[in-house]
């Protein structure tokens, strides 16, 4: 008999499910949230409403794209956190209920290893152990990755997320949201040396993003006294270097990661993961460092529930499951 699983992720302004057969991703269905995009963020308040509105119709086709019902599963994944509360009470909620009326177990996940999971969807899989550079809206880690189930994080932000960084100084070039998409945009036609940042370097295999979004907020102070249109006349420059400058930033310390790890099997994931300055600079770091490198699909590096899925079949392999009595809190350790 197959092994079904319903992946469910509320966690922030995407409400989706996807379905994993026997290890396979069969489909995998995502409502993105526009209302936020007026308010230049996420509201937490309308993401609640707007999964609540679109949880059942999205895991309704789900089911019904590939012919199934909620009978034919064996098993409910959801994301349990980290995320915004609200959301992702929406999505846990619905799966305990389920799987309480169905009888079946239900699998909370974290989301940023599930990130990581989605490098398990298709071909080519990483060996282990792999480093696994997880860059999102809220996340920024070097994660060791020993197993599907056992991960470490080695290195992480002390502060913003470089997905804040790339949204907040979006934000101040006047682009709107989601920042990170814009800047990427924009970067393909600028020049990457044209200016530079200073950005603060932190001890160990930590990173540390909010230095660099003040310094960007100064620069472009200073510059606009001498000249208002500094930023249209200079917009895709100014994208450009502060693109090449966060990456910069990335990359030193996952080459040291690498380095004191002696690991060459080298992953990214995550929103931020989708940027083409990154994904090229991993593909080139992968000639000069000797580096296998893993780069997700575009559709599975920002929030899907096709991550949740696979998450979830791996952790039933391995018995990882929850129960009903579980926390509707976000988990908020790694490795729980
Ligand atoms: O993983 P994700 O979809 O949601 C969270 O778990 O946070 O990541 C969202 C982040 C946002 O900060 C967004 O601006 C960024 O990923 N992002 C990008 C790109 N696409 C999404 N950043 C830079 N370049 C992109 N192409
Ligand atoms: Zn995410």
Not at 78 to 100: D, E, I, N
Not at 194 to 201: K, L
Request: with cysteine.
């Amino acid at each position: 008999m197959s092994t079904i699983i319903l992946g469910i992720e509320s966690s922030c302004d995407e409400t989706a499910a996807a379905i994993c057969k026997d290890g396979q991703i069969i489909n995998n269905i995502v409502t993105t949230q526009l209302i936020h995009e007026k308010y230049g963020g996420v509201v937490p308040e309308l993401a609640s409403r707007a999964h609540q509105k679109n949880i059942i119709p999205v895991i309704d086709d789900a089911l019904k794209s590939v012919d199934l019902s909620m009978k034919d599963l064996s098993a409910i994944a959801y994301t349990q956190g980290p995320g915004l509360l609200g959301a992702l009470l929406v999505g846990s909620t619905f799966a305990k209920t389920a799987a309480m009326t169905l009888n079946i177990p239900v699998i909370p996940v974290n989301h940023m290893q599930a990130h990581i999971l989605a490098h398990f969807i298709d071909e080519p899989r990483p060996d282990f152990p792999f480093l696994c550079l997880t860059v999102s809206g809220g996340h920024t880690q070097i994660v060791k990755v020993k197993s599907h189930i056992d991960m470490e994080i080695i290195g992480q932000t002390k502060d913003d997320a470089v997905g804040e960084a790339f949204d907040k100084c979006a934000k101040l070039l006047g682009v709107g949201y989601p920042g990170g998409p814009k800047i990427d945009q924009l970067a393909q036609s600028g020049d990457p040396e044209r200016f530079s940042f200073p950005h603060s370097d932190i001890p160990d295999l930590d990173y540390s993003f909010s230095g660099i979004k003040t310094a960007f907020m100064y620069f472009l102070r200073d510059q606009k006294k001498n000249n208002e249109n500094f930023i249209e006349e200079n917009l895709n420059d100014l994208a450009a270097s502060l693109q090449h400058t966060l990456i910069q930033m990335l990359m030193k310390k996952l080459k040291k990661a690498s380095k004191l790890e002696r690991i060459r099997n080298i992953a990214i994931a995550g929103g931020v993961s989708a940027n083409s300055g990154l994904r090229n600079e991993i593909q080139s770091l992968s000639k000069k460092e000797g580096w296998k490198t893993f780069i997700p699909k575009f559709e599975y590096c920002t929030d899907n529930a096709a991550m949740i899925a696979i998450s979830g079949h791996y952790h039933f392999l391995n018995g990882k499951v929850g129960s009903l009595r579980d926390s509707p809190l976000p988990r908020l350790a790694f490795s729980d």
